[in-house]
T-cell receptor, first 114, second 118 residues
Framework: GENVEQHPSTLSVQEGDSAVIKCTYS??????FPWYKQELGKRPQLIID?????GEKKDQRIAVTLNKTAKHFSLHITETQPEDSAVYFC?????????????FGKGTMLLVSP | GAVVSQHPSWVICKSGTSVKIECRSL??????MFWYRQFPKQSLMLMAT?????????EQGVEKDKFLINHASLTLSTLTVTSAHPEDSSFYIC??????????????FGPGTRLTVT
């Protein structure tokens, strides 16, 4: 089955700095890669996703890049703000089987200091 | 759009009792729903995949007789933790996949249910 590795496990940055979280996956058939933000005690919120036919996607301060050959994808957050502090999870799935089972990384706790 | 609700948001029960958790997609139909368990400071672990009108598919190591899943309609799936024990205490989160004609692959999560077994 799919295995997703995520690094780093914790990331501390100063407000205004950029933050990068990296994930690798093992199943070359995976074709959908979402990123979720989870605040303490709350539900994961989809913040951005990318499909295997695209190399990069950007939404304001958030961007995701995908390297299919190397089987890794990254989340980039620019101009970080304290409200960006949360746990971020990457995931991978292959929807061609009829539904999309997500395999999650272990998460990255991002701390943005004012 | 794409709102998923869960009920209850938290529950405390005594060891040996059963607890039912409901997951509803409020504004879309969900052929497939997923049940996850999340321990403190850990990732989401998929327990089972619930398909409307058919038996759930359980992940390896998850006891199907202990965690009963029923996906009765396109908007409702339930998880019943039977004969709960303290080690079942966890944060249970469901997600629903929107019909593929809408948004492919996207899963929307419920707010979670905090289960504490005493």
């Amino acid at each position: 089955g799919e295995n997703v590795e995520q690094h780093p496990s914790t990331l501390s940055v100063q407000e205004g700095d950029s933050a990068v979280i990296k994930c690798t996956y093992s199943d070359s058939a995976s074709n959908y890669f979402p990123w979720y933000k989870q605040e303490l005690g709350k539900r994961p919120q989809l913040i951005i996703d990318i499909r295997s036919n695209v190399g990069e996607k950007k939404d304001q301060r958030i961007a995701v890049t995908l390297n299919k050959t190397a089987k890794h994808f990254s989340l980039h957050i620019t101009e970080t703000q304290p409200e960006d502090s949360a746990v971020y999870f990457c995931a991978a799935s292959n929807g061609d089987s009829g539904y999309s089972t997500l395999t999650f990384g272990k998460g990255t706790m991002l701390l943005v200091s004012p | 759009g794409a709102v998923v609700s869960q009920h209850p948001s938290w529950v405390i029960c005594k060891s040996g009792t059963s607890v039912k958790i409901e997951c509803r997609s409020l504004d879309f139909q969900a052929t497939t729903m997923f049940w996850y368990r999340q321990f403190p400071k850990q990732s989401l672990m998929l327990m089972a995949t619930s398909n409307e009108g058919s038996k759930a598919t359980y992940e390896q190591g998850v006891e199907k007789d202990k965690f009963l899943i029923n996906h009765a309609s396109l908007t409702l799936s339930t998880l019943t933790v039977t004969s709960a024990h303290p080690e079942d205490s966890s944060f249970y989160i469901c997600s629903a996949e929107r019909d593929r004609q809408g948004a492919l692959y996207e899963q929307y999560f419920g707010p979670g249910t905090r289960l504490t077994v005493t």
